[in-house]
């Protein structure tokens, strides 16, 4: 495992947030992808995509600044982002799309996928909401405090509608409303609606991993793709 500028503590600390990222991102997609109900599930779902996203986020930009620094970012530095995903989504993919520049077509291409996906600006835009101030949004509502957002609810009915707008999702939503009574059927949109928001997320996931796979992060960046990506989640 090549870890390159970085000290041993410092490289035990990566190996411990690369795993850690992998894991909230995994099991935020796998209940995504199975639980029965979205009411019981949102907030599961909101909880581990918005701080797996942002771990993976910020590792992307810490590695980054290791290729061209040789360093790491101080802890200041990286606390200056805040929970503000859709400031560092915006950060990554500019990061992502000059250094694969020069890199295969499969690579730009998934860089290219991302940035043209429907679904993941209110998809970042819900986990950034969430990651801030959202987990406390009815908590807030309590003390006589209403944020001024969107709640979780309606932030997850933006992503919700941007997956409906899918072809392939619409298709099978005007099969189930034009049979309601037909639970095999409904199941079947609902299972569509689903996968689609956890493709949109996979996307971004396989986006960062790849990229670093092929150097476009710098030597210690390849390590980091290898590791964090999805493949890995089967080597637990």
């Known amino acids: 495992m090549a870890i390159v500028n970085l000290d041993r503590q410092q490289g035990f600390a990566l190996i411990a947030e690369m795993t850690s990222t992998r894991n909230l991102l995994a099991y935020g997609i796998r209940v995504l992808r199975t639980g029965a109900f979205i009411d019981t599930t949102r907030d599961p779902i909101l909880t581990m995509l918005s701080i797996g996203v942002e771990k993976l986020y910020k590792l992307t930009l810490g590695l980054a600044a290791l290729d061209q620094d040789h360093k790491w970012p101080s802890a200041e530095e990286m606390k200056a982002w805040g929970h503000k995903l859709v400031l560092m989504h915006e950060a990554v993919l500019t990061?992502?799309?000059?250094?694969?520049?020069?890199?295969?077509?499969?690579?730009?291409?998934?860089?290219?996928?991302?940035?043209?996906?429907?679904?993941?600006?209110?998809?970042?835009?819900?986990?950034?909401?969430?990651?801030?101030?959202?987990?406390?949004?009815?908590?807030?509502?309590?003390?006589?405090?209403?944020?001024?957002?969107?709640?979780?609810?309606?932030?997850?009915?933006?992503?919700?509608?941007?997956?409906?707008a899918d072809p392939a999702v619409a298709a099978v939503h005007r099969a189930a409303t034009a049979d309601i009574g037909n639970n095999e059927v409904w199941d079947r949109f609902i299972r569509a609606l689903k996968e689609r928001i956890a493709t949109a997320i996979e996307r971004v996931w396989i986006m960062v991993a790849v990229s670093g796979r092929n150097h476009a992060l710098g030597e210690t960046g390849s390590t980091f793709g290898f590791e964090v990506h999805p493949d890995a989640v089967g080597r637990q």
Do not use: H, I
């Open 95 to 164: 990061e992502l799309c000059s250094r694969t520049a020069d890199k295969s077509l499969y690579v730009r291409e998934l860089v290219a996928e991302v940035e043209a996906d429907p679904v993941v600006p209110p998809l970042v835009e819900a986990l950034d909401m969430y990651g801030r101030m959202g987990r406390f949004y009815y908590l807030d509502q309590l003390g006589d405090s209403p944020q001024p957002w969107v709640s979780p609810n309606d932030a997850w009915q933006k992503v919700e509608s941007a997956a409906l």
